[in-house]
């Protein structure tokens, strides 16, 4: 068995991470021979939740989890760690403006990113959960400038996967049939969830492609798109709380991919820095299709883009530029 790996949550007394912690702890990301350290971070006030998180993990009596580091300090949160699931975010109150909730998030993911820095292991992967997370990832991997560009990613697996769901429940398959569903842009009602390139594995040995298994373009621009765009708030309606379960295996699902790679033939969704692919807008964080190999993501190429993909990929580019301006113009930058 090799030497245990530090691995940071933060926001660690959160919803999302109480599903989370269990999965990483028990092998679920990092694989069943990789022994961790798990740190983490959270706010003073939430010390005493922290706590009882804290004790169950103890009482969950895992094997390959060999030390647990909860605190309020950054610089201990991110002390050498190799993996970084930034959850920890101010969440929208009562009365807020969306501009306001950027401003206290922007501020709280530089703090994060200086500490990342100074702190962390160079190879760091860092998987911003917390929103407005794209702009998130960019503010922070901003202020971290001695750690890679292509090491700060952001969340939009949680789109994927909800989105493969859609397809397979439409087609009556298990959803582990339906592949290379892609998420574009921002991870918010601009996203743009894609099935035109999209695969179902139908019978034995046969592959086609979702278009042709669905055959109803009208129901896959439409009902198809809006229902992923709006999953996370019709979540909210039914269960009074955000996605938290879901979330948490999306976020496992994003990390465990980097470090293990995607399966040949299929590519996964991830915010990461656009270098311009496909037309959308450089220098933000935007969702892209991507094969992994030796933890290292690639944008895949020659996906066709059609008049109608065209127009969504430049809506929610155009949100996310409008995003970095706010961003930037908070911290002055
Ligand atoms: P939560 O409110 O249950 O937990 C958030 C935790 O973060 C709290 O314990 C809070 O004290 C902590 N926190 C706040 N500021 C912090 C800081 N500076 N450092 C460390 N910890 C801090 O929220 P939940 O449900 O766990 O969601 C977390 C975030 O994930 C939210 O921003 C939510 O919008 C986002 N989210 C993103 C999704 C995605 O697909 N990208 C999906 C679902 C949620």
């Not at 350290?37 to 939740?49: A, C, E, K, N, S």
């Not at 574009?184 to 179902?200: E, L, M, R, Y």
């Not at 798109?225 to 979540?235: H, L, N, S, W, Y």
């Amino acid at each position: 068995m090799s030497e245990p790996i530090r691995v940071v949550v933060t926001g660690a007394a959160g919803q999302i991470a109480y599903s989370l912690l269990y999965m990483i702890a028990k092998g679920d990301v990092f694989g069943p021979n990789q022994p961790l350290i798990l740190h983490l971070l959270d706010i003073p006030p939430m010390m005493g939740v922290l706590e009882g998180v804290v004790m169950e993990l103890a009482d969950c009596a895992l094997p390959l989890l060999r030390g647990v580091v909860p605190t309020a300090e950054p610089a201990e949160a991110f002390k050498d760690v190799v993996a970084a699931f930034l959850v920890g975010a101010m969440p929208r109150k009562q009365g807020m403006e969306r501009k306001d909730l950027l401003a206290a998030n922007v501020k709280i993911f530089k703090v994060q990113g200086e500490a990342l820095d100074t702190y962390a292991n160079k190879n760091v992967k860092v998987l911003v959960v917390g929103n407005p997370a794209n702009t998130n990832a960019l503010i922070c991997s901003r202020y971290a400038p001695s750690i890679p560009k292509e090491n700060f990613t952001a969340m939009t697996r949680l789109d994927q996967n909800r989105a493969q769901a859609q397809i397979a429940t439409r087609l009556h398959v298990p959803v582990a049939d339906v592949s290379n569903i892609v998420i574009w842009g921002n991870h918010s009602s601009t996203q743009f969830p894609d099935a035109s390139h999209g695969k179902v594995h139908m019978e034995k040995g046969k592959d086609v492609t979702v278009r042709e298994a669905v055959g109803d373009d009208a129901w896959l621009r439409s009902v198809f798109v809006e229902t992923v765009q709006k999953r996370g708030a019709a979540v909210i309606n039914a269960r009074k709380m955000s996605s938290a379960m879901s979330a948490a295996k999306a976020a496992g699902d994003h990390m465990r991919d980097w470090f293990h790679g995607t399966a040949s033939g299929r590519f996964v969704s991830m915010g990461v820095l656009s270098d311009g692919s496909y037309g959308a807008p450089k220098d933000v964080v935007f969702s892209f299709p991507v094969v992994i190999k030796n933890k290292k993501w690639e944008i895949v190429k020659g996906l066709q883009i059609d008049d109608f993909a065209r127009k969504m990929l430049d809506a929610t580019g155009k949100e996310l530029e409008e995003e970095r301006t706010e961003a930037l113009a908070i911290i002055g930058a």
